[in-house]
């Protein structure tokens, strides 16, 4: 049990969802006033990693993230991508109704399974804990709390290491930086689970087409 005061508890709680917000962040589309934003969010953070991503995204460009990104590219950034056995609908049906249950509304211009969406809700969640742990709620601060942990399991730890493994080496070292930053901090899906990069049929950066295959979660 977390024996910090709440106005401690919500502080480091509020840093951490500035990290998340931060991170999904370095997966969106350079798009004007990104630079700037990216640069001020990180501007508080005392974290190497991310800092070296900010610099790595210095000359970042949307010319470069569709390459990698875009359509026909050979990096999928949707979790979709990775979980190739099982129902996509069942996937997006749950995403949504995460974000439904915690009244979450992400930019629209991506898919509710982009890798830049879920970090940004896993951000938000961490942020909604703050604001409870702030207002000594402590039973809305368990239930974000419990709701990221289970986000993390069911779905960002599917997404993580594959997409990690594909942008090594990519022509977006920001993105890939950051990938490796969110394996790191979520870690990999159960072992019989794992989404598998497989070797010698690849794109240019890993897996055909950046799409891995991976076992049914939901069979476990």
Excluded at 135 to 161: N, P, Q, S, T, V
Aim: with cysteine.
């Amino acid at each position: 049990m977390n024996t910090l005061p709440s106005a401690d508890q919500a502080h480091a709680v509020l840093r951490e969802a500035v990290r998340w917000r931060l991170l999904g962040m370095l997966f969106e589309r350079p798009r004007a006033g990104w630079h700037a934003e990216i640069q001020e969010l990180g501007a508080g953070l005392d974290d190497e990693r991310l800092q070296a991503a900010i610099a790595a995204a210095g000359d970042a460009g949307e010319g470069a993230y569709q390459a990698v990104f875009g359509p026909g590219a050979p990096v999928s950034p949707r979790e979709v991508g990775y979980r190739r056995r099982e129902d996509p609908g069942t996937i997006l049906a749950e995403l949504k109704a995460f974000h439904t249950s915690f009244a979450f509304t992400p930019r629209a211009e991506d898919p509710v399974d982009h890798v830049a969406v879920e970090v940004g809700f896993a951000g938000y969640l961490r942020l909604k804990e703050a604001y409870a742990l702030a207002r000594g709620d402590h039973d809305a601060a368990a239930i974000c709390h419990a709701a990221f942990e289970r986000f993390r399991d069911r779905h960002l730890r599917f997404l993580a290491e594959p997409l990690a493994a594909v942008l090594e080496g990519s022509p977006v070292p920001h993105a890939a930086l950051a990938a490796q930053i969110l394996f790191e901090a979520v870690g990999a899906a159960p072992d019989d689970l794992n989404p598998v990069v497989e070797d010698g049929d690849g794109g240019e950066f890993g897996c055909a087409g950046g799409v891995c295959p991976a076992v049914d979660p939901l069979e476990a």
